[in-house]
Each structure stands twice: as C-alpha cells, then as structure tokens.
C-alpha cells in the first residue's frame, strides 16, 4: 500500500519560498504522476503540478511560473518549491499520486497533508 | 485556469438518491473523478474514469459524464456519506477542481 507523508515549515513569511517535501513509502516514485494539489480554507482543491519520472513536468498556469516540483529519487522523495508567497499561498498542501497520463489522470493516493500559514 | 461549477450543497434524505453535477466547457471531453473528503481528512477518489470505482467504494456511488456535465449519483443515501464531494476534470493539459458540494444527509 502506498502511503504519502509531507512534511516541512508550517510558517513562512511574505515574499519568501515555501519549501515542502512529500516522502513516499511503498512504491517508487520512478513510476506514475507525482503531484501537489493544495486547498485553501473552507474552499475547493487547486492543482499546483506534477511531475513523471521521464522529466517531464506540467504546471498550473495560475502559479505564473512560481511552482517547482523536483524528484530525489535516492530518498523516494519529491519536494514543491514555490516563491514570492502572499496570503493566498496560505492552504493545506496535498502530495498525491496520480494514475495514468495527463487527461485521465485520477488521484488515488493522498498524504494527510500539511496547513502552511503565510504572516510576518 | 478556472474552476469547474458544482452546486455549494446538496441535502438529501436517508435512502434517497443525491445527484451532484460538475459543469465547465470541457468536462466531455476528458475522463472526470469525484473525491469524498470528511472533515480533516484527505479526499478519497470515489468514482475515476467518468463512471468506474475503485475497490472498496459501495456500489450505491455510480457517475457519468456527457456533454459539459458529469454527475455523480449515490442511490440509497446513507449518513456515513454526508462528506464534501469534489469533481476533477481537465482542460489543456492542467486539472481543474470543481468548488466543492457539501452533501448533507438530513
């Protein structure tokens, strides 16, 4: 069974890069779509990215180009990187696994997931 | 990107049938997915591939999608499906989220 856990700051300021890692026990990350989705609160989920071990990797075009997702394959880990955050970066940040290819992907493995609070 | 309509709520009775519609210009042409997510919990996929589900959903969750609407329907609606329901869809190459339903099971 697959089984996600992500971890890192649940603070960071304004203006500065929110850093999280998603730990992946179970399964390989050299297989399947890696993603981090995030949800604000009290509202619907937002897709941030993904990435698939060939290198290729596909972002949400909201982000404006702020969004990093990079695999380390030697601790079956992939990690989110994303800058310049404002209040609205505040949310609960998902990593989850995604199953088949862009289109007909379906999200079939989740972490608990982690609240990022953004304030000064 | 945008974010796929879906009504805020939903309030059902027990054993009655509970439709949730997920509208956006798109959603035909793509395969849709419906996540169950309880309070502080992670979403759980409970229908992928517009209508099939995974091992362990109850038979009473079945979907379709035609069109710009998918729809997922529980028949026999229990208490232990009062959840908030998000659908998936995609739209050149990103996913797009619905807002949520919050079903209420009354």
New interface residues.
Partial sequence: QVQLQESGPGLVKPAETLSLTCNVSGGSITSYYW?W?RQSPG?????IG?FYYSGSS?Y???LKSRATISPDTSKNQFSLELTSVTAADAAVY?CARG??P???????F????ILVTVSS | SYALAQPPSVSVSPGQTATITCSGPTVGDHYASWYQQRPGQSPVVVIFHDTRRPSGIPERFSGSNSGNTATLTITGTQAMDEADYHCQAWDANTVLFGGGTRLTVL
């Fill in positions: 993603n989705i509202k619907g989920l937002e897709w993904s596909n949400n075009p909201s998902f199953l088949g862009p289109g007909r992907t379906t999200f079939n989740w972490g608990p997931g």
